[in-house]
């Protein structure tokens, strides 16, 4: 899944010199790949879980990788809040975040990233689609099965782009970026 989200990120234009923001970072799949791309001090990472925090670190320090964080790269939050230190984020990325949450929480995390990125800093996040009124849905590839309303959760496109189009944001549907488990991308652009 690392490997996978660098190479679709650089698709779309991240480099190094990019600040980068992780949205439930977890244990650190994607830090692993990601830190030793970008320049010294340019990832952050937040999670609910102070635990999985401390695996991320184990992670890359396994790879000789955790000197590159700068201060506070990985911090808990559990309101999608970054901490206060982290410059200007330019690509901030949710995998299989909100696919275990209502979609609320989409909702939220978009109203605290807002203030936090650049100009026309792009948000990328995922989700599992279903069509409207739909029960449980299983998904291929993966044989995901996913629900309306308990985790891991489905939601219809039309649902998830009116919930990102707000006066912060423009929302646009990416779809298929070859997830192993039918997740599906949807690309926020920060309004300048
Ligand atoms: C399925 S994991 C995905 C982890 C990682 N993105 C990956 O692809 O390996 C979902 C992560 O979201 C985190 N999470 C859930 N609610 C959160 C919240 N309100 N704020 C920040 N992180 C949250 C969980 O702790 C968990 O690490």
Redesign the pocket.
């Given at each position: 899944?690392?490997d996978l989200?660098l190479s679709f990120l650089r698709a779309r234009g991240l480099m190094p010199s990019h600040t980068l923001l992780?949205?439930?970072?977890?244990?650190?799949?994607?830090a692993v790949r990601v830190v030793p791309y970008l320049d010294v001090g340019r990832y952050f990472g937040?999670?609910?879980?102070p635990t999985?925090l401390d695996s991320a670190r184990d992670e890359l320090r396994a790879i000789g990788q955790l000197e590159r964080l700068g201060a506070h790269a990985l911090t808990?939050?559990?309101?999608?809040t970054p901490h206060p230190d982290t410059p200007p984020i330019d690509i901030a990325?949710?995998?299989?975040?909100f696919?275990?949450?209502p979609l609320d929480?989409f909702g939220?995390?978009l109203a605290a990233l807002a203030p936090r990125m650049s100009p026309g800093g792009r948000f990328f996040a995922t989700f599992f689609v279903a069509p409207e009124g739909a029960g449980a849905t299983r998904h291929e590839p993966g044989g995901a099965v996913t629900y309306p309303d308990a985790d891991p959760f489905h939601f219809t496109v039309d649902a998830i782009l009116e919930q990102g189009r707000t006066s912060q944001w423009s929302p646009e549907w990416i779809g298929g970026w070859n997830h192993p488990r039918d997740q599906q991308m949807c690309m926020l652009t920060a309004r300048a």
């Open positions: 899944m690392g989200q992780d949205v439930g970072c977890g244990a650190g799949r994607f937040i999670d609910l879980s999985l808990t939050t559990a309101d999608f990325i949710a995998q299989s975040v696919t275990h949450l929480a939220r995390c």
